[in-house]
């Protein structure tokens, strides 16, 4: 599993591969420029969520040419959401891996902030017939842009039909809107947000380059709870690893309740940022703009960096919940003075932050991109950085965590 930029997404994915009983190990950029892939040619390359531009600017040419290079020589690679983005062909702004001409859909015509579960037609390769009933999970993915191919060359593997219960077009569940409200809606944030725009579209695509295969999933198939999603991606890897499939009831991702207490790391600097993050949750729910969707996932008004917040928690929470081996105890001891002093003033400067956030919101709507108010938005470019992406405070803490996280695992 290539573990660069992919914070929450690597951690989930990395917990449905223990609980799967799928064995893999973590590796990075580096590693894969030095020629790991082909000194020992894994069953697949596994790339979780997460910005596909940074996963690019980390791999660099030479990092992208080593997988193209695996695959072509007969290897597979999954690609979840931002690693399937990773899979596509390059823009002008950044290169890719360019297994297809596939594209992503431009803002202007896709719907650009959708979350939740939708019924999907899935037909996996070995499957007698497709099946209409799936319901699998997304978190604010792109879409597939279709580019004219050789005939069989890309395969759609599964395609969206219709919301699910728990599906949020941006901040709004979509079950208790109608056309009107979804209209008025429309004029109000600036974007698309119906959800007929994904009806018969391309969710999962397959497809062959050299001797090597490839998918490109942008459903979160390691999505905790999630069974159905959980069983296909269960029935992809055992397949490329020429294995059986365990039987039913075996090949389930457990939910993830990042709240659990009992930490198996009693690490004190860890523990004052799990708890000043659960402070300022707390704050955020008491003014409407944060909120649990499940344990493991929050909500967020729209403007409101929760997801940031989301990252920073479960990360954190899934650190306590490891035990340490002495490379990651020997970084982290390098790391934890300066991380704490950092936890500390994104704090004390986010606590303010979101409360003024709510008087913004109150008096006009913001965005991902920016607060509705300058000076509110300064202050969120100094906490956050520049989205997409991410900078600032924020990038002081989620970077030393996540390498800690990559030196803690298998």
Not at 79 to 94: D, K, M, P, Q, Y
Not at 219 to 239: D, F, I, M
Request: charged residues 25%.
């Amino acid at each position: 599993m290539l573990w660069d930029e992919s914070h929450l997404w690597g951690v989930m994915l990395w917990r449905a591969l223990k609980d799967l009983n799928i064995p893999f190990t973590i590796i990075d950029s580096g590693l894969i420029k030095e020629g790991i892939l082909q000194k020992n040619p894994p069953a697949g390359l596994l790339v979780p969520g997460g910005w596909s531009r940074l996963k690019s600017d980390n791999l660099g040419r030479k990092g992208l040419s080593m997988i193209r290079e695996y695959i072509f020589s007969g290897g597979r690679y999954l690609g979840i959401c931002g690693g399937a983005g990773l899979g596509l062909r390059s823009t002008s702004e950044s290169p890719y891996l360019d297994f297809c001409s596939w594209t992503r859909k431009t803002i202007q015509v896709r719907l650009p902030n959708f979350s939740g579960h939708l019924r999907c037609r899935v037909a996996l390769p070995g499957w007698s017939r497709s099946r209409t009933d799936i319901f699998l999970p997304v978190w604010w993915p792109a879409q597939f842009e279709y580019h004219a191919e050789k005939p069989g060359q890309v395969d759609v593997l599964a395609t969206y039909l219709e919301p699910g219960s728990d599906f949020w077009t941006a901040d709004l569940p979509f079950s208790d809107l109608n056309n009107m409200d979804l209209s008025r809606w429309e004029g109000i944030y600036g974007i698309n947000l119906d959800p007929d725009l994904l009806a018969e579209e391309p969710c999962i695509i397959h497809g062959r380059l050299g001797s090597g295969e490839y998918v490109l999933s942008y459903s979160h198939l390691e999505t905790p709870g999630s069974v159905q999603a959980n069983r296909l991606l269960a029935e992809l890897l055992y397949n490329w690893m020429n294995r059986e499939l365990p039987e039913e009831g075996m090949h389930k991702v457990f939910d993830w309740d990042l709240r659990a207490p009992d930490p198996v790391w009693d690490e004190d600097s860890l523990l004052a940022a799990r708890q000043g993050l659960e402070e300022i949750i707390e704050l955020g729910r008491i003014h409407f703009l944060l909120y649990w969707r499940t344990p493991w996932l929050l909500g967020w008004r729209r403007g409101v960096p929760g997801g940031a917040l989301n990252f920073l928690y479960a990360m954190i929470s899934f650190a306590l919940h490891q035990q340490p081996n002495e490379q990651a105890l020997l970084y982290w001891k390098n790391k934890k003075r300066e991380f704490k002093q950092d936890a500390v003033l994104f704090q004390m400067r986010l606590k303010d932050y979101m409360t003024k956030e709510r008087l913004a919101l109150a008096l006009a709507p913001s965005s991902p991109e920016s607060s509705s108010d300058l000076d509110l938005q300064k202050e969120k470019l100094e906490l956050f950085g520049r989205f997409p992406g991410y900078g600032g405070l924020y990038a002081r803490l989620i970077r030393p965590l996540d390498r800690l996280l990559f030196l803690m695992g298998p």
